[in-house]
């Protein structure tokens, strides 16, 4: 299965920020247990690079390498284990690297002019972000207007109550956000907490 299709058949991305690298394979466990083998591991914290190799190594969730930036951060996230890679905006130097190891690519576009280098660069499933604070699920449906061919996985400002209303258009391929992994509750090792709250997101999904 491809990583575009993994994404549309979960439909949700957890975006972790883990703080101790320790916390991937207990994190993974919860991830998975509840239905939900996917994640994107953001290069925020120094543990971000062991955090995706331990996840990697645990075998049960697919792992993506987030908040990328430089071709430096797709190499340590390959090197990791990251299965995808996924960026805030359009860099295309680091697409080319992503292409150079073969690599799922996810770049962030929130304008007309941002797609269209995209597409230029043959990409055609792409972040939109910051999605709550450029316009929500209005703004995705009038951007995928004219790009009847892209699929957006929006991320940022997205909640449990509010995910289903992007989960609803037909350009949207699936959301990412961090709701089901409250850095707090991974930071306490509160695994159960983290389960809990994704097997209510994936029922919510399945329900719509």
Do not use: N
């Amino acid at each position: 299965m491809s990583i575009a299709d993994l994404l549309g058949r979960h439909r949700i991305v957890p975006v972790v920020v883990l703080d101790d690298a320790a916390h991937a394979e207990p994190l993974a466990d919860a991830l998975a247990g509840a239905g939900l083998p996917v994640a994107e591991v953001t290069f925020r914290t120094p543990a971000a690079a062991e955090a995706i190799a331990r996840m990697a190594a645990h075998g049960g969730v697919t792992v993506g390498a987030g908040t990328v930036t430089t071709v430096a951060q797709v190499d340590e996230a390959v090197r990791a284990g990251a299965q995808f890679v996924v960026s805030p905006g359009f860099s295309a130097a680091v697409l080319r690297r992503c292409a150079e190891h073969g690599i799922f690519a996810l770049p962030g576009a929130v304008t007309a002019t941002e797609v269209m280098a995209a597409l230029d660069a043959g990409v055609t499933v792409l972040k939109f972000f910051p999605a709550g604070t450029s316009g929500g699920p209005a703004a995705v449906s009038a951007l995928a207007a004219p790009f009847g061919q892209v699929r957006f996985v929006p991320t940022g400002g997205i909640d449990a109550a509010s995910a289903g209303g992007y989960l609803a258009l037909p350009s949207v391929l699936a959301v990412g956000g961090s709701w089901m992994v409250p850095r707090a509750a991974v930071a306490a090792g509160d695994f159960d907490r983290v389960s809990e709250i994704t097997a209510a997101t994936v029922a919510a999904v399945a329900r719509e």
